[in-house]
């Protein structure tokens, strides 16, 4: 017999090491390392005839840790199953309940918010039954893509060749990246041009826009001066009134800027994009290890911030009145909301767990800095500032328009100024302020030489991973738990690369998506998926059966399916391409068709002749101007499996291949090497060195061959508004 006398099983091991420091001698703790059992990888898996009755199977790779947990477990009388407090915390309870289950054994649910040794030992206090409603939500979720992955995608590979997968989530949230890429290409930019003036009054200068020209509006997408010739026209009136320009107006109000709610997962995403430069998974996985547990001093294990998957603002009060303490400790009382500011969560929220915020106030960033990473150290600030910040008076900005007028022409100046620092004292980065306008009074003013400047209006831009998510949140598909692993997965099929840090559809993905949407118009439509996710969260609350949500999914399906089946031949036929060339082997003609890789070259007489042979698609550049080393071929760019790639235009013949060039050099002092076009494992397309591994530079942004003119660097780096330097992170043009 052990000497311990209860068990408590969790998920990770990062979180058992924390919860070994709050827990006495006689709690053994084991780690499940997450899910121990899951639907068949195999075959289906789902008797769709017996209330769709899944059949679990336990993962291979977790054989040996349920072996270990089976004999732990034998010891003891009390198990506390202690998952992440959410369905699939719920479901892994559950599955290892029944595992494990023995005459004689209790099972008790431990669930906590926060990793403080409070928070566990409240819990171990008061613990509870396995949530069934939240273990059959996640039930339906798992099954309901698998009718939908499994079926469709067996559909998808008959016409387009095996690795092709649908999901339920995964094809909506290529569906929504594909129409927006449809909406940039099917945009027709708007020519415009801005007129603006620099005006001097009594040696104080600002600068003032072009607004109206004899009553109508202008500079302005669509508006007057939209052409050069007007554009000029305007500049040369503002010249010829040059002694006739006086300030005729002056207006100034003030607003209040509240902070923003703390936050929740897909805030904290798109915030740690664009505030740090994460990735929403490495975002998460910083998250994870912030909520598990830090080493503090004396080793003790301290979990920094509350659970990171939640879709709520909620506070709890507790939490309220200790960041209200800490902070008029620190500001006085002055600074302040004369109440506690509570935030109300978005419809559709599941309101299960508390918004994102540090575990304890009082353990300020600046004091974590010799226990955290530098990572994890910037990711906890953020969400620290957040937090704290939500309960400060707003802050106040006082914006004032200055109009200017002339010869039927009137400019407009807006400045601003901040009379109420409030919240932006911690967290300044919700305020935007414009320029700050000199005090000015009404009266003459004398205009400089005018600037002209041609714009054009702008396509939507694509989506980077964070702002995916927020419209997925927006239009309600997918759940914090499920955001990154569906970007993953589209990355991972070669459905979506990134170029830079946007997602683009490949031509895989739009072809794809393509014929989802036309063959299955219900199941991968975004109010269809969203209505599904509610019909989850309904069976949670208990407001709808397992069987019930199920059933109202696999009517449109099967009916979908049907349709779909009936179409084959003539969905292959039509992704077929004529190649105008013949056989070599036994001269059928040749055609394009999917595989499993992308499109190939194959023969129509298969299978009696089953010659075929990859499509290497020559990029529009065609001949790179370099000559193959080997044979002194022309060098094409062509694209291939993992994207770009130089080829000798010799093919077969000769086989050589490189990576694609840049035409700049390493900037690694005596390295020799060039910057080339390279991939990492997500796609993700990046610039490094070509004597890799002997030199490991590399930038994410493509080079461009300019030396800096302001710290000397030896190349600059084009990003998407402008060109910078990568060692003094100055913009040095557009």
């Not at 003032?208 to 001066?225: E, F, N, Y």
């Not at 010829?240 to 897909?266: E, M």
């Not at 084959?568 to 036929?573: G, I, K, L, S, V």
């Not at 044979?631 to 994207?643: A, D, P, V, W, Y």
Request: net charge positive; hydrophobic share 35%.
């Amino acid at each position: 017999m052990s000497k311990k006398e209860y068990l408590v099983i969790i998920e990770s091991p990062a979180k058992a090491r924390s919860l070994r420091g709050y827990l006495g001698e006689d709690y053994e703790i084991v780690a499940s390392n997450g899910h121990i059992r899951d639907l068949p990888r195999n075959y289906l898996g789902v008797n769709e005839e017996d209330g769709f009755k899944p059949s679990y199977t336990i993962l291979p790779e977790k054989r040996r840790k349920v072996s270990e947990l089976k004999r732990i477990s034998r010891d003891y009388k009390r198990i506390y199953l202690a998952a992440d407090p959410d369905r699939e915390g719920e479901a892994i309870c559950w599955h290892l309940s029944q595992i494990l289950d023995r005459d004689g054994v209790v099972f008790n649910r431990l669930r906590f918010n926060a990793i403080t040794r409070e928070t566990v030992q409240g819990s171990l206090n008061r613990p509870s039954s396995i949530d069934m409603q939240l273990v059959d939500a996640q039930q339906a979720r798992r099954v309901m893509d698998r009718l939908v992955g499994y079926k469709v995608s067996s559909w998808l590979q008959r016409i387009m060749g095996k690795g092709k997968s649908a999901g339920r989530v995964q094809s909506v949230a290529l569906r929504m990246i594909q129409e927006r890429e449809d909406r940039i290409s099917d945009f027709v930019p708007v020519e415009y041009w801005v007129l603006e003036v620099v005006f001097n009054r009594e040696g104080r200068s600002f600068t003032a826009s072009l607004q109206r020209m004899d009553g109508v509006p202008c500079c302005r997408p669509g508006k007057s001066p939209c052409n050069r010739g007007e554009a000029e026209e305007a500049a040369a009136r503002v010249r010829a009134a040059a002694d006739r320009w006086a300030i005729s107006g002056i207006k100034s109000r003030t607003r209040a800027v509240k902070p923003p709610p703390p936050f929740i997962t897909s805030t904290l995403q798109q915030a740690a994009s664009s505030r740090l430069s994460f990735s929403p998974g490495r975002t998460m996985t910083l998250a994870q290890q912030l909520y598990e547990g830090i080493s503090m001093d004396m080793g003790e294990r301290k979990g920094l911030i509350t659970y990171m998957r939640t879709d709520s603002v909620r506070i709890s009060p507790e939490s309220l009145n200790s960041c209200r303490e800490y902070l008029e400790k620190k500001y006085g009382p002055g600074a302040l909301t004369p109440r506690a500011r509570r935030y109300r969560s978005s419809k559709g929220s599941q309101d299960a767990h508390e918004a994102i915020r540090p575990v304890d106030v009082n353990l300020e960033p600046d004091d974590l800095g010799s226990f955290l990473t530098p990572a994890q150290l910037s990711l906890y600030r953020l969400i620290w500032n957040r937090f704290t910040a939500t309960q400060l008076q707003d802050a106040k900005v006082t914006s004032t328009t200055v109009t200017i007028a002339g010869d039927g022409m009137e400019f407009e100046a807006t400045g601003e100024v901040m009379t109420q620092r409030g919240f932006s004292i911690i967290d300044p980065s919700f305020i935007k302020i414009t320029q700050e306008l000199p005090e000015l009074t009404k009266g003459a003013v004398v205009p400089a030489e005018p600037s002209l400047e041609q714009k054009h209006t702008s396509p939507p831009s694509r989506f980077n991973e964070a702002r995916l998510v927020a419209e997925m949140k927006k239009v309600g598909i997918g759940r914090p738990s499920t955001y990154v692993s569906t970007i993953q997965t589209l990355t991972k099929r070669q459905y979506v690369e990134m170029e830079g840090r946007f997602l683009k559809p490949t031509e895989l993905g739009t072809t794809t998506v393509r014929i989802l949407t036309r063959m299955f118009p219900h199941i991968f439509q975004i109010d269809f998926t969203a209505r599904m996710e509610d019909l989850l969260d309904s069976i949670a609350r208990g407001e709808e059966t397992y069987e019930s949500v199920l059933e109202q999914l696999s009517v449109p399906l099967e009916a979908s399916l049907a349709d779909a089946n009936r179409n084959t031949d003539r969905f292959r036929d039509e992704l077929e391409e004529d190649t105008g060339e013949q056989c070599p082997e036994c001269g059928s003609p040749m055609i394009i068709r999917w595989g499993r890789y992308g499109k190939f070259k194959a023969c129509t007489a298969f299978p009696s002749c089953r010659f075929s042979m990859p499509l290497e698609e020559e990029a529009e550049a065609g001949y790179s101007g370099r000559d193959c080393p080997l044979c002194g071929g022309r060098l094409l760019i062509k694209t291939g499996r993992f994207g770009r790639y130089l080829g000798c235009g010799n093919h077969p013949a000769c086989r050589h291949t490189e990576p694609v060039p840049t035409g700049v050099s390493c900037p690694e002092e005596g390295c020799g090497g060039e910057l080339v076009e390279k991939r990492t494992g997500k796609r993700r397309i990046f610039f490094g060195c070509s004597r890799y591994p002997a030199c490991k530079y590399a930038l994410w942004n493509r080079p461009v061959d300019i030396v800096c003119p302001r710290c000397g660097f030896p190349l600059l780096e084009q990003r998407k508004k402008g060109v910078w330097c990568p060692r003094c992170k100055k913009k040095i043009s557009d």
